[in-house]
């Protein structure tokens, strides 16, 4: 059973930079045909998709974000993390990671974490 487990500081003051990290367990991050994504979800909003890390570690980002946003990833510890740099309280927001394992050329499983508040206060 693939679990995805986010963890992340809760609080942040504005201007400073967010790091939100998922753990997977069950599977690894580097297996083939595995991609891995941050979204995020602010107060009264719909789902935003921040950006992907692939099995390779390439890397695309949302280009709504401006450029503020990062993706890495510890393969010792079969970790990705997300990094936002010059937060705003309007990056206020529930941060979630999603695993997306390819089953078939035309289908795959999906897998999310529950979810981990950050606030940036202002």
């Known amino acids: 059973q693939v679990r995805l487990q986010e963890s992340g500081p809760g609080l942040v003051k504005t201007s400073q930079q967010l790091t939100v990290t998922c753990t997977v367990s069950?599977?690894?991050?580097?297996?083939?045909?595995?991609?891995w994504h941050w979204i995020r979800q602010s107060p009264g909003k719909g789902l935003e998709w921040m950006g992907v890390?692939?099995?390779?570690?390439?890397?695309y980002y949302s280009p709504s974000l401006n450029g503020r946003t990062s993706i890495s990833r510890d393969t010792s510890k079969n970790q990705f993390s997300l990094q936002l740099i010059s937060v705003t309280p309007e990056d206020t927001a529930v941060y979630y990671c999603?695993?997306?394992?390819?089953?078939?050329?035309?289908?795959?499983?999906?897998?999310w974490g529950q979810g981990t508040q950050v606030t940036v206060s202002s």
């Open positions: 890390i692939g099995y390779d570690g390439s890397t």
């Open positions: 999603n695993g997306r394992i390819a089953t078939s050329p035309i289908s795959w499983d999906d897998y």
């Open positions: 069950g599977d690894s991050i580097t297996t083939s045909y595995r991609v």
